[in-house]
């Protein structure tokens, strides 16, 4: 019995949103009793899409992909300050194309690996919170770089190129911080050796690129998307079937349950009134603060249902992710992460406030000032 309540603590703690997704669906149900309408709550493209790019990604961790290239850029660096402006932009980008979640999963530990081998262990607060950062902003430029970009992307049928244009300038902004934060890292004589015993697999490297081209353009729009993420599919299945084994399921499962309680909340005409109106005095502020209180993907799904000015919501969900830990799951990961180093949770949590917050505010001001 004891058993059985520490597995299922052990899986609400390591899938809190998961859980609070699928209670916020369930109290809705008795608001809305679930009809035929439910059907029509669920994004198919979004989920296949995601399923399908999260598949790919996987198989490319399994042959230590995104680590191998890491550590080849990284022990080219003789310094402190260029090392940290390697691990946070490889992060940056890496978000760019698996995500920001696996982003922070796959370098962080990196990350620790190479403050710990040049002993700068008092770095570890400040590059965490720099890589936390750089995974949450670095995705925001395209529609593949988290999850609420697809969704959003998928759900208001955004053109590519107003995509780009909406999101390019907080992108920019972003990477000026970013830089300049780096730049306080002290030019620190230090080294990182290349001790890796991974070997590359050319063949299957070249493959999953090609799968992940695939599902790219799904998400694009460029054909039709159960035609991409389907080759995908078939192709690890052939080359890589334990990648299904560690897809992350639970975040497709927060989608659904999402969906569904996003769906029955915007039924209640007392709350379709109420975040509507809210919506329309100021969309990037509500979607920033409600960011804050139950993360970004959950708004995401959420405040769609409520508006039509989709671009400062776009925005308010990206940015909308810095601030309070909760505000997006990757900061949950990185916290977690964090901990396990033995570093102390408190000056972590204050100095990741510190930082979120002032960079948070930058944007904000900037998004006000050009009027998105």
């Known amino acids: 019995m004891l058993f059985y309540m520490k597995t299922v603590l052990k899986f609400i703690k390591s899938n809190a949103v998961l859980v609070i997704a699928v209670i916020a669906a369930t109290v809705t149900a008795f608001f809305v009793p679930p009809d035929k309408e439910y059907l029509g709550y669920f994004d198919l493209p979004t989920l296949a899409c995601l399923f399908g790019t999260l598949l790919v990604v996987e198989a490319l961790s399994n042959i230590r992909f995104f ?40 370098f962080l530990p990196l990350g620790y690996f190479v403050l710990k081998s040049t002993d700068k262990p008092q770095y570890t607060a400040y590059v965490f919170i720099l890589q936390n950062i750089a995974a949450n902003l670095g995705g925001m430029l395209t529609p593949f770089g988290n999850p609420q970009n697809l969704f959003l992307f998928s759900y208001y049928q955004i053109p590519v190129a107003e995509f780009l244009k ?13 830089v300049a934060c780096c730049f306080v890292v002290k030019r620190e004589p230090a080294t990182v050796a290349d001790d890796t015993e991974y070997k590359s697999d050319t063949k299957r490297t070249v493959i999953y690129l090609v799968l992940f081209a695939l599902s790219v353009c799904s998400v694009l729009r460029l054909f039709p998307y159960y035609i991409g993420i389907g080759i995908a599919t078939v192709g690890i299945l052939i080359f890589d079937i334990k990648a299904f084994k560690t897809v992350n399921y639970p975040l497709l499962l927060t989608f659904a349950a999402f969906f569904v309680f996003s769906g029955n909340m915007s039924r209640i005409n007392a709350v379709h009134e109420l975040i509507g109106g809210l919506l329309d005095k100021n969309t990037l502020i509500v979607s920033v603060l ?24 776009l925005v308010g969900v990206n940015i909308g992710g810095l601030g309070t830990p909760i505000a997006s799951l990757a900061s949950l ?8 180093t033995g570093g102390k949770t408190a000056p972590y949590i204050l100095k990741f406030l510190l930082i979120n917050f002032s960079y948070l505010a930058v944007l904000v001001i900037f998004e006000i000032i050009i009027g998105v």
């Open 166 to 178: 909406i999101m390019a300038p907080p992108f920019l902004v972003s990477l000026v911080l970013i």
């Open 333 to 340: 990961i990185t916290l977690g992460k964090y901990r396990q």
């Open 67 to 106: 680590e191998i290239l890491a550590r080849k850029i990284i022990v080219k660096f003789k310094n402190m300050r260029n090392i940290v402006f390697a691990l946070v932009f490889i992060t940056y980008f890496g978000s760019m194309i698996m995500a920001n979640d696996m982003a922070l999963i796959t």
């Open 290 to 313: 409600s960011c804050q209180i139950i993360s970004n993907v959950p708004s995401a799904t959420l405040l769609c249902r409520f508006t039509e000015n989709y671009a400062p919501l």
